[in-house]
């Protein structure tokens, strides 16, 4: 048996993908810069292991369900002045999702909450962190379904409980009938201290109950939860979608 076809068959077995793509590439280089035997596997880990660690952002970032590409670098912090850059700038660290807090985002529609979720989101991809991204709406409709399946307590494990991340967007676009507010409490008091949740709403903190069936007790236990251990961010200003629309004439200044 050739000696390429040895490799390829150990590489398949021990599933060292780019080992076996690569490898032939790194020998000739390491020959050229006259690189020891130690180097020469080293270079092999190293890259084997940065072509497994894109696989896995690769596949987290398909499974994340994120509704368009919005990286923090392409925010715009001037247009948005009521936006917290520096905390912003902090929180993408993503020390929070160690510790298991959360992010609550205020403010109304169109200064940036997705946009910054989404943010934030992508950056826990890329940092191999498994990240959910749902709306309110979508959230509710699959927890219902699950539900009246019987099938509510495997949703919650696969769907709920195994991301780092779980992003929420829009909370109070729609408000909740009882057994949707009793669902959506449960989807907190389930992550509390076990896993970190950004969530947007256009809502302040007093509206909320006009959300979840008018039920003022439920929503300060979840709130409770909820903000334990939070970071809120308040964000104003201009609507960050109309502001082309503006310059362009399209809509009036």
Known sequence: MLLHEQIRHLCESFNLVALEEHWPRLAEQCVVQEKSYGEFLLALLQNEQACRDERTRSMFSRMTGFPAHKDLGSFDFEFASGVPKRQIQELSSLSFIERHENIVLLGPSGVGKTHLAIGLGLKAVQAKKKTRFVSAADLMLQLSTAKRQNKLKQYMSRSIMAPKLLIIDEIG??????????????????????????????LSFGQWPSSFADDATLTAAMLDRLLHHSHVLQLSGESYRLKDKRRSGTIPE
């Open 173 to 202: 676009y729609l408000p909740f009938g009882r057994e949707e507010a009793n669902l959506f409490f449960n989807v907190i008091a389930k992550r509390y201290e076990h896993g970190s949740i950004i969530l947007t709403s256009n």
